[in-house]
């Protein structure tokens, strides 16, 4: 099946420093993947949609400045947190599709970011 | 996305099957219906999707009345690493990937 990786599992950091998210899709090319955050006990919430050699579309509410995208591959996305703050302490996710037999989502294990 | 409905918790017993429900009775004609399913802190878990048809798969299967505005997920012998939030999605290929979920239904196997 199709697998999406994510790294690291696990980030703590200082406030005021940036995180750096990387998402993989292991056995396909993903020409678009999507990065959701999760707070406890909410559902996801979809960020943005990263797109491969181009700028990723942001929903609304969510700076773009503030979370950086980038695409650089079929392969792999990076969401970077800039200048975290505690209330940006969550769980980052990603997702791709194969696109295949359908356009189901393969989820990546997750991130979960700590800033203190 | 069209808005489902599903219920907020269910109970399951072990080896017994398992039926959870979905209401998408706005949904278009070019839309699916995903189920997905997120253990405890994992990421979220495909499970299946259909657009009118049954569909079935070595997880579960998927039951969608023949008006498509409900659906019904069903594993067939329920185990505790069932224990999950179960959301159920109605998405169209142009919006794929951008999937709204919901609060889904937490599912919980009981020995």
């Known amino acids: 099946g199709a697998v999406v990786s994510q790294h690291p599992s696990r980030v703590i950091c200082k406030s005021g420093t940036s995180v750096k998210i990387e998402c993989r899709s292991l056995?396909?090319?993903?020409?678009?993947m999507f990065w959701y955050r999760q707070f406890p006990k909410q559902s996801l919430m979809l960020m943005a949609t990263?797109?491969?050699?181009?700028?990723?579309?942001?929903e609304q509410g969510v700076e773009k400045d503030k979370f950086l995208i980038n695409h650089a591959s079929l392969t792999l996305s990076t969401l970077t947190v800039t200048s975290a703050h505690p209330e940006d302490s969550s769980f980052y996710i990603c997702?791709?599709?194969?696109?295949?037999?359908?356009?189901?989502?393969?989820f990546g294990p997750g991130t979960r970011l700590t800033v203190t | 996305d069209a808005k489902t409905t599903q219920p907020t918790s269910m109970d399951c017993a072990e080896g017994r099957a398992a039926n959870l429900p979905c209401n998408h009775s706005?949904?278009?004609?070019?839309?699916?219906v995903y189920w997905y399913r997120q253990i405890h802190s994992q990421g979220p878990q495909y499970i299946i999707h259909?657009?009118?048809n049954n569909e079935t798969n070595e997880m579960a299967s998927l039951i969608i009345t023949e008006d498509r505005k409900s659906s019904t997920l069903i594993l067939p012998h329920a185990t505790l690493r069932d224990t999950a939030v179960y959301y159920c999605?109605?998405?169209?290929?142009?919006?794929?990937?951008?999937?709204?979920f919901g609060d889904g239904t937490t599912l919980t196997v009981k020995p």
């Open positions: 997702s791709a599709s194969p696109g295949l037999a359908g356009w189901e989502q393969y």
């Open positions: 259909g657009l009118k």
């Open positions: 706005t949904i278009s004609g070019n839309e699916y």
């Open positions: 990263s797109n491969e050699g181009s700028k990723a579309t942001y």
């Open positions: 056995d396909f090319q993903a020409t678009t």
């Open positions: 999605i109605a998405s169209n290929n142009t919006n794929a990937g951008k999937s709204t």
